[in-house]
């Protein structure tokens, strides 16, 4: 089942025409992510999606509920948490956390979440000091436990660990995974395409105001040229040998071994794999280079980067 279904969303501001049509299907209790160049329309995309503002055309569900006639459904599903903390720093962790649940009435209930939240997000031995104390790290993990106070079924994460250290991300990334495995929906946005890379079940490439590429990471990495596979040989005979039956076949520099262009799949290795036997081509090793996701989404976007 979909979590968030679009179609043909577009939205303007003044003559600029921002969304020129974005289609989006993300399946639930997955991590989708949506990349695109700066002020190609993520937060734009996220802002529709969570009732901020309306798109000029197109529609769209989320958590089963339609965006332009149910937005208050829409409201209670959701939590946004992003760049700008919600983390009000004159109070402690804990007050925090309560302040979330007296806004979302859970009454007494809300004492025992809070205090959950506090230990399954390590906030538990600062949760009586001001927020104001707290490192980066600390209060970006309390700005997504206020946003869990309310249960919610789909979480739109705008750039989640943007300025924080390798140790505090990969914290931020096990609880995203935590999240989905109890079956949340995660929108993310982020800077980071390792980050997508890591978390992301599947990836979109927004660009000049169209979805140009949607897929898993490794789809879209095997989409761009420059992934190669690089053969070993423990003997010049055979790597000549290979340089005259495998076509565009080049050299790596002065080691026995040979790079050949081939986009990773199991069909192409077999292939290549199939020609050296029957050749009797004896390889020593290989090993398969895809393209990162920064390749890709060079490749994808690089026509419209302003100067
Ligand atoms: P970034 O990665 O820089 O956050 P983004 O992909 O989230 O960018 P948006 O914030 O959605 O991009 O902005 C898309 C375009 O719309 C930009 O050109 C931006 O200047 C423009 N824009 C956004 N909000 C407004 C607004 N309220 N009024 C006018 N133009 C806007």
Redesign the pocket.
């Known amino acids: 089942m979909n979590a968030i279904t679009a179609t043909g969303l577009r939205r303007s501001?003044?003559d600029?025409e921002?969304l020129k049509g974005v289609d989006l299907f993300v399946q639930r209790g997955t991590v989708f992510s949506l990349l695109?160049?700066?002020?190609?329309?993520?937060?734009?995309?996220?802002?529709i999606l969570s009732t901020l503002i309306r798109a000029h055309a197109g529609s769209a569900s989320v958590a089963g509920h339609d965006v332009a006639r149910d937005p208050n459904g829409v409201r209670r599903s959701i939590g946004v948490t992003g760049q700008f903390s919600a983390v009000d720093n004159l109070l402690t962790g804990r007050e925090n956390l309560k302040l979330m649940a007296d806004l979302n009435h859970l009454g007494g209930a809300g004492k025992i979440k809070v205090q959950s939240l506090l230990e399954q997000f390590d906030i538990a031995d600062a949760a009586d000091k001001p927020a104001s104390t707290y490192s980066g790290g600390m209060r970006r993990r309390l700005d997504l436990a206020m946003t869990l106070v309310g249960s919610p079924q789909v979480i739109f994460l705008d750039?989640p660990t943007t300025g924080l250290d390798p140790r505090s991300r990969r914290a931020m990334w096990d609880i995203v995974r935590r999240l989905v495995a109890d079956g949340v929906t995660i929108f993310l946005?982020t800077?980071y395409l390792e980050e997508a890379d890591e978390l992301a079940d599947r990836i979109a490439v927004?660009d000049n105001g169209k979805i140009v590429a949607e897929g898993t990471a490794d789809e879209l990495k095997r989409r761009i040229p420059g992934g190669h596979v690089l053969l070993q040989f423990n003997d010049p005979r055979h790597l000549d040998a290979a340089l005259r039956v495998v076509r565009n076949a080049s050299r790596d520099g002065e080691a026995l071994a040979l790079r050949v262009p081939n986009d990773g799949s199991v069909s192409s290795l077999k292939a290549l794999l199939d020609r050296l036997d029957e050749h009797s081509v004896l390889v020593d090793s290989l090993s398969t280079h895809t393209p990162d996701l920064d390749d890709v989404f060079l490749a994808l976007t690089e026509k419209v980067v302003q100067p």
């Open positions: 501001y003044g600029h921002v695109g160049a700066n002020g190609a329309g993520k937060t734009t995309t996220v802002k750039e946005t800077q927004l």
